[in-house]
């Protein structure tokens, strides 16, 4: 019986909703525990304080050096990464990365899980990006980069779930976790 923690990784493109989802599924499910990630880029006006760790550039490449992080990656001009998680952790733990960092953890964690959220609509995803508050250069950024993320998804064998309706996509997202608990006999959660 496997009892160490299943690393389930989400990724997708800007303005699926991955954010908020994610938090609704660690709500539901408390057997779940969200990974803050380092970032150095901006906190956007009206984001969570706690969203991400915010730190500079120089910060963030002391702890590379550090060998601190299970995953980093440079994103739109901005380094994102995982700090190294505790190994002792009882939980199973979410991380809501890029489809490099993606990869990173897959290479190191091949029992991780992958799940890519896709937006039901590119006007959709276009409508989310605007209503939070990206200027409209970087809202042109993520839509273009959206088909080349979901291309490296399916290619990192991602389990792919369009998110038409936030409850419905945490349940599949639940499905997805305890499929693959059950399929690599782990523990019951
Ligand atoms: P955003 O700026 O929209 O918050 O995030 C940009 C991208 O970076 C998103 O795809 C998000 O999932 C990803 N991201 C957030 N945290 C991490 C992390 O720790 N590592 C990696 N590789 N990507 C991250």
Request: no cysteine; net charge negative; glycine share 8%.
């Amino acid at each position: 019986m496997n009892t160490d923690p299943l690393l389930i990784v989400v990724s997708g493109p800007g303005g699926v909703g991955k954010s908020t989802v994610v938090k609704l599924l660690v709500e539901r499910y408390p057997e779940l525990w969200l990974s803050r990630s380092w970032t150095t880029r901006e906190r956007r006006p009206g984001e969570s304080r706690d969203a991400y760790v915010y730190v500079s550039r120089d910060d963030f490449e002391a702890r590379i050096v550090a060998d601190g992080f299970l995953e980093h990656a440079e994103f739109l001009g901005n380094y994102y990464g995982t700090p190294t998680l505790d190994e002792s952790a009882e939980r199973d733990v979410i991380l809501e990365i890029d489809v490099q960092g993606a990869r990173q953890v897959l290479q190191k964690e091949p029992d991780a899980v992958l799940i890519f959220l896709e937006a039901p609509s590119r006007d959709d995803q276009l409508q989310r990006l605007r209503r939070r508050g990206d200027p409209e250069e970087k809202v042109a950024q993520r839509v273009n980069k959206a088909e080349q993320e979901a291309s490296a998804g399916r290619e990192l064998g991602a389990q792919t779930i369009v998110n038409h309706d936030i409850d419905d996509t945490v349940e599949q997202m639940w499905n997805v976790i305890e499929k693959a608990r059950a399929a690599q006999g782990r523990t019951g959660l």
